[in-house]
């Protein structure tokens, strides 16, 4: 089975930063792409950035556009986000979500989240 174990949640101050890692396990070759949708209480769950093997291009939300940076090592599976001056707003359960082998672009397996606060 398909397993993505996010790590490196937690508390951050305004301004500071925050690595978040998720590996995914079970897959039967190198992930199409990976990505991370993060979601407030009370609000829907949004992409924040993804990021796609075979054309090594990524994708940010306008709200994240020069603080966040996703990469990846595609031979582990595994992706990173990197979260730079932060804002109470980037509050949120971030997901992480990976598609099979290429060609296919769905995102099929999901994290169960980890938890990052911002706060003052």
């Known amino acids: 089975a398909v397993q993505l174990v996010e790590s490196g949640g937690g508390s951050v101050q305004v301004g500071g930063s925050l690595r978040l890692s998720c590996a995914a396990t079970?897959?039967?070759?190198?992930?199409?792409?990976m990505a991370w949708f993060r979601q407030a209480p009370g609000q829907e769950r949004v992409g924040v950035a993804s990021?796609?093997?075979?054309?090594?291009?990524?994708h940010y939300a306008d709200s994240v556009k020069g603080r966040f940076t996703i990469s990846q090592d595609p031979a582990k599976n595994t992706v990173y986000l990197q979260l730079d001056n932060v804002k109470p707003d980037d509050t949120a359960m971030y997901y992480c979500?990976?598609?099979?082998?290429?060609?296919?672009?769905?995102?099929?397996?999901w994290g169960q989240g980890i938890q990052v606060t911002v706060y003052s």
């Open positions: 979500a990976a598609c099979a082998p290429a060609p296919r672009t769905d995102f099929d397996y």
């Open positions: 079970g897959l039967s070759g190198t992930s199409n792409c």
């Open positions: 990021i796609y093997t075979r054309r090594s291009s990524t």
